[in-house]
């Protein structure tokens, strides 16, 4: 009787430490990237890229929180791995394909109003950094608007620059629950991100 008393109470007494642990290690877990590639669209013969927006169109306007330093840091990621894949940067209007970027992010009730953003397009880190991104999406299968993705979810866009279409998009799925992350971390959620884009 005393030593079943006594499991008992070490039962009891690792069980809350081990579901902390299993908690934190669950936590810290990334989502896998995703891709999808817009029906009848082909993305071997690609070599060059540029920005959609080399520059935001609009004023920065940041929520508390967030800062330009993301944007800064989002920005040389993908250059650098594009860039490790073959892919030269090139003049916008030189480029096989143009890129955009955006993060989801928790959208204050006075800002989810639909009517204010292009239809596709919603609330967001890209909007607060001052791009107004504005291409087609009907051809990609399952496409959401940034707003819908869980908060934190990077995504990276391929637009064709002939028809403004996009192409193929690349997300993680909250890659980052701290928007104020380092620069080595931004560049290993881009890493991730682009790892099925073949190399040139």
């Not at 955009?100 to 109003?113: C, F, G, Q, R, T």
């Amino acid at each position: 009787m005393y030593s079943m008393k006594k499991r008992t109470i070490v039962l009891f007494f690792y069980l809350p430490v081990l579901l902390l642990l299993s908690g934190c290690v669950a936590s810290s877990v990334s989502s896998k990237p995703n891709a999808v590639l817009a029906t009848g669209a082909l993305t071997e013969n690609l070599q060059s890229f540029a920005w959609f927006q080399e520059q935001p169109a609009a004023p920065a306007a940041y929520d508390e929180g967030y800062s330009a330093a993301l944007d800064k840091h989002i920005r040389t990621a993908i250059e650098t791995e594009l860039q490790k894949k073959g892919f030269t940067k090139a003049a916008s209007g030189n480029a096989d394909v143009l890129i955009a970027y955006d993060v989801s992010v928790s959208v204050p009730l006075e800002k989810d109003i639909a009517q204010a953003y292009l239809d596709g397009f919603g609330y967001s880190y890209a909007y607060m950094a001052g791009y107004r991104y504005n291409y087609k999406h009907s051809d990609l299968p399952g496409y959401r608007a940034v707003d819908l993705y869980k908060s934190g979810t990077l995504i990276v866009d391929m637009i064709d620059p002939k028809t403004k279409e996009l192409v193929w998009r690349g997300w993680t799925e909250g890659a980052f629950s701290n928007f104020k992350v380092n620069y080595k971390t931004v560049l290993s959620e881009v890493e991730k991100l682009l790892a099925p884009v073949r190399s040139r």
